[in-house]
């Protein structure tokens, strides 16, 4: 996690982060019409780019995801509280798959090992979705701007939709020729430093934390608060306490699972 | 096609501290939330409204009148379908019910964000790059961040110029992108986003170059080339801010 703060000693690692977040930009703006929620979300083909730019750049595709959402959000008029979850949220999306595949494969390049490898990004791509869902359907709620089983749901079909259809083929595209220009994040940052010492531990700590969350957050909003199927999640502030407080502890393990990696 | 929102820095918004303007936007979000009563949001909307015809915002609220149409016409039946209220339902369609109680908190829900966008604008409108990066950068936000965002904003309109014109370009040479089932048409995109990834890469590595080159980090302290200074406005919008809040702490409690 020390990269985080290590990478802003690179010069080129900060154009890249502002790169990241432009390009996050340029691809959610067109889109900003297609709203799905208002004020909260929209048609994302865009998705797919934080969860590409992670494998590429690492940490600076973390803040530029983070940042891209924020200035789409101030550009395409939806600013407000809500895009401090969508910070924390995007942040997360663009950070777990580069944490991820780092514990499991280290400095290799996606796609050296065959087919195994690209099944290995499309899993680390499904689980940074469900963990943007969690974190943003958390947040959303907490704040009382939209219920956990809208909101959360939204996102993660959204998102696996974008990532699966375009960041994998263009990860397998784009990775070889950007390593050979020597500005992928392994190589601006010399390799990235020694593998995590509890890699293993922060692996499944994040993932069971982001799936736990879902599946925690869909029992509560759909069932435990007793009101109709259709209705899950829309409990009022019955429904926000029990999301804020329920979920908690999956946000708490999530954020120390990345901590660990 | 132009991407800001910025109008003038010489508004009652615009004189007062980058810190100032953040703060009253902070403040702005809180009435808001606070409430879920439509009459009282309809009063902070008026607010929020006379606030950006002050702030020379009003054109700004005009090219988002689409988002402020949407806000409405989607939160009100969604919210008036799946929000339990308490009260007798007047509609039913499947599972779900629909009363007087749940249309008022789903209007109520629409022009909360409405309040949102409109003291967003507001805050756009008088506020460039350089004054929000200067503001982040007094609260705290490292100058090396700072920069980083500041430059994502400067970048943007030119990564859509330029996948403007490389979406063009492929037309020209046959991609089709109106056709087809939806993944399919999603999966051609892969021929515009590639090459506008490879351009802006290029890009990304000969501004490394020119930043260091000009000495980019050399010192730990920055200097600017706009001093902003602390006025009595910088008191007075932010104590009007707080009065409103209180207001409809007030308004909460007694409606």
């Given at each position: ?29 067109p889109f900003k019409v297609a709203v799905l929620l208002p004020g909260l979300t929209e048609i994302r083909p865009g998705a797919a780019i934080p969860v590409l730019l992670s494998f590429l750049f690492g940490p600076a595709a ?59 990004v499309a899993l680390i791509a499904v689980v940074s979705c469900v963990t943007i869902a969690v974190v943003i359907g958390w947040g959303a709620d907490l704040l009382g701007l939209a219920p ?114 | ?255």
């Open positions: 996690m020390k990269e985080l703060a290590t990478m802003w000693r690179s010069t080129r690692m900060i154009v890249l982060t502002a790169l990241a977040a432009a390009c996050y930009v340029a691809a959610l703006l973390a803040f530029g995801a983070g940042f891209g959402n924020v200035i789409a959000d101030m550009l395409g008029g939806m600013f407000g509280p809500g895009s401090l979850a969508g910070f924390a949220g995007n942040f997360l999306y663009g950070y777990v798959p580069y944490v991820l595949w780092r514990a499991v494969r280290g400095d290799a390049a996606p796609g050296e090992r065959g087919r195994s490898d690209w099944i290995l956990f089983a809208a909101l959360g749901n939204i996102i993660l079909l959204n998102n696996l939709a974008a990532t699966l259809l375009l960041s994998v083929p263009l990860l397998a595209l784009t990775y070889k020729r950007l390593d050979n220009a020597g500005l992928t994040w392994n190589r601006v940052m010399d390799g990235g430093g020694t593998a995590p010492r509890f890699a293993r531990a922060g692996v499944v700590i994040v993932v069971a934390a982001a799936v736990g969350g879902l599946v925690a957050g869909e029992i509560i909003s759909l069932s435990m608060l007793g009101v109709d199927f259709g209705a899950a999640g829309f409990a009022g502030e019955r429904g926000t306490v029990a999301i804020g407080a329920g979920l908690s502890p999956f946000i708490a393990a999530l954020l120390f699972g990345c901590a660990l990696l | 096609m132009t991407f800001s929102f910025f109008v003038t820095d010489e508004s009652f918004y615009g004189r007062c501290h980058p810190v100032t303007r953040l703060l009253l936007l902070l403040l702005a979000c809180v009435p808001p939330l606070l409430l879920t009563n439509p009459v009282p949001m309809l009063a902070v909307l008026a607010v929020y409204f006379t606030a950006a015809v002050a702030a020379g915002a009003w054109r700004g609220v005009w090219r988002v009148k689409f988002f402020i149409v949407v806000f409405l016409a989607v939160a009100i039946p969604l919210w008036a379908f799946v929000h339990n209220a308490g009260d007798t339902p007047i509609l039913r369609a499947g599972p779900f019910r629909a009363s007087a109680g749940s249309f008022l908190f789903g209007a109520a829900m629409g022009l909360r964000l409405i309040c949102f966008l409109v003291a967003a604008l507001v805050f756009l409108a008088a506020t460039r790059v350089e004054d929000l990066a200067y503001g982040l950068r007094r609260l705290g936000l490292p100058y090396r961040v700072s920069f980083a965002l500041s430059l994502a904003f400067r970048l943007t309109p030119l990564f859509l110029e330029s996948a403007s014109h490389i979406a063009t370009a492929q037309r020209l040479r046959g991609l089709d992108l109106d056709t087809g089932s939806l993944p399919a048409r999603v999966r051609r995109y892969v021929a515009i986003l590639v090459p506008v990834l490879f351009a802006a890469l290029r890009r990304a590595d000969q501004m490394a170059l020119a930043l260091e080159s000009r000495g980019f980090g050399a010192q730990a302290k920055r200097t600017t080339m706009k001093e902003y200074r602390v006025s009595w406005r910088d008191a007075l919008w932010p104590a009007t801010m707080t009065a409103v809040v209180a207001a409809t702490i007030y308004l909460r409690n007694t409606l």
